[in-house]
């Protein structure tokens, strides 16, 4: 089971993901608790929201939230709140970091299918990868459609690149060009980004790296074709 104390003497039941802030602060997405904690800087793990066999995702405070399964973590330049990909197709923010077991969990982008909207509304059929650009906007890899999207912040999803729907028949092969128009494998499973906003794609099963710039244009950055 899962033990908060300090250092060797913490037992977590799984990590998927970290986090860092620019104090030194980690957060650890405990993937089979399901669980958020903090480790400070003295090696001390507290819990800051989910609990153990969450099971469905349910919004809360602290161990009143769930989480199905916890994937990436990406931490906003403030260091004030934490977003995380989860198994149930959507997008949690976590906020009030600080206090144990009192972070504050909220979906702010839902499952089934991709609807540019307000938030709430808006949904990313399967994230696998978040980052934020210099302007507080996230950026999201949508594994299932093959895409990447983005969160304004005024919390309206909108696509950056890639299909909006499923493929029918065959997935396409991978092609550039503007957002709308390029395709890309059927599995993203990481992103980067610059101080330009250069948004760099992880394309897994194509076997390269890809490069969208802030006009929504699409590269391959490395990789041959085919």
């Given at each position: 089971g899962n033990q908060l104390g300090?250092?060797?003497?913490?037992r977590l039941r799984g990590v998927s993901s970290l986090a860092v802030d620019r104090n030194g602060v980690l957060y650890v997405a405990d993937q089979n608790g399901v669980a958020v904690r903090r480790v400070d800087t003295a090696g001390t793990v507290t819990d800051v929201a989910g609990q153990i066999y969450g099971g469905s995702e349910r919004d809360g405070t602290?161990?009143?939230?769930?989480?199905?399964?916890?994937?990436?973590?990406?931490?906003?330049?403030a260091g004030t709140t934490l977003y995380a990909a989860t198994s149930n197709n959507g997008l949690r923010q976590v906020t009030s970091l600080g206090v144990s077991d009192g972070?504050?969990?909220?979906?702010?982008?839902?499952?089934?299918?991709?609807?540019?909207?307000?938030?709430g509304f808006a949904a990313v059929v399967e994230p696998t990868a978040v980052v934020e650009g210099t302007d507080g906007t996230v950026y999201i890899a949508d594994r299932n459609l093959g895409g990447v999207r983005k969160l304004q912040r005024d919390g309206t999803l909108v696509n950056v690149a890639g299909p909006t729907t499923q493929p029918q028949g065959p997935w396409p092969m991978r092609t550039d060009g503007p957002g709308d128009q390029a395709t890309f494998s059927s599995r993203i499973l990481g992103l980067a980004i610059d101080a330009s906003n250069n948004v760099y794609v992880a394309d897994t099963d194509g076997?390269?790296?890809?490069?969208?710039?802030?006009?929504?244009?699409v590269s391959t950055l490395v990789g041959a074709n085919g």
């Open positions: 300090t250092g060797t003497g913490v602290g161990t009143g939230a769930t989480f199905g399964y916890i994937g990436r973590l990406t931490l906003d330049a972070g504050v969990v909220t979906t702010i982008a839902s499952r089934n299918v991709f609807v540019p909207g307000p938030k076997c390269a790296v890809r490069k969208i710039t802030p006009a929504r244009v």
